[in-house]
């Protein structure tokens, strides 16, 4: 679980270096509200990275607290694919050629990690919060 959530964390942090310094390689649009749009997302993924990064430490620490991070992560994560997932779906983002494939194939992964991450924790509750 250590690795996924850092490699995830890792992925978000490399997405926005790619779309602040070479756009084009990740934007499925050039409209100015497609920008707009996804302008509005750096502060929530790094709150989701950050979520990630944290539970991952927690973990290998053995910190009960990595509960608490898991679950940040998880309800992060779901948070950021309904509202991507939505907006793709109503401007018809996945039917734009192979950046709308890899549009869909980052709300799929990014729902799945999501769930994972929050099952994964439920069910390990008992001994991620100790005796």
């Keep these: 679980m250590r690795r996924l959530?850092?490699?995830?964390?890792?992925?978000?942090?490399?997405?926005?270096?790619?779309?602040?310094v070479h756009r084009p390689l990740v934007a499925t649009d050039v409209r100015p509200?497609?920008?707009e749009f996804v302008n509005a997302?750096?502060?929530?993924?790094?709150?989701?990275?950050?979520?990630?990064?944290?539970?991952a430490v927690?973990?290998?620490?053995?910190?009960?607290v990595a509960l608490l991070w898991l679950f940040a992560a998880g309800?992060?994560?779901?948070f950021l694919a309904c509202i991507d997932v939505l907006y793709d779906?109503?401007?018809g983002i996945w039917g734009r050629g192979m950046s709308g494939v890899l549009e869909?194939?980052?709300?799929v992964a990014t729902a799945a990690i999501a769930v994972g991450v929050l099952r994964w924790?439920?069910?390990?509750?008992?001994?991620?919060?100790?005796?």
């Design 5 to 20: 959530l850092w490699i995830t964390s890792i992925c978000t942090t490399a997405y926005w270096l790619a779309w602040f």
């Design 33 to 35: 509200g497609y920008e």
């Design 41 to 55: 997302f750096p502060v929530a993924d790094g709150w989701y990275a950050v979520c990630l990064a944290a539970a």
């Design 58 to 64: 927690s973990l290998s620490r053995r910190r009960p």
């Design 75 to 78: 309800g992060a994560g779901m």
């Design 89 to 91: 779906i109503e401007h």
């Design 104 to 107: 869909f194939a980052i709300n």
């Design 121 to 131: 924790g439920w069910t390990r509750r008992r001994a991620l919060l100790g005796p």
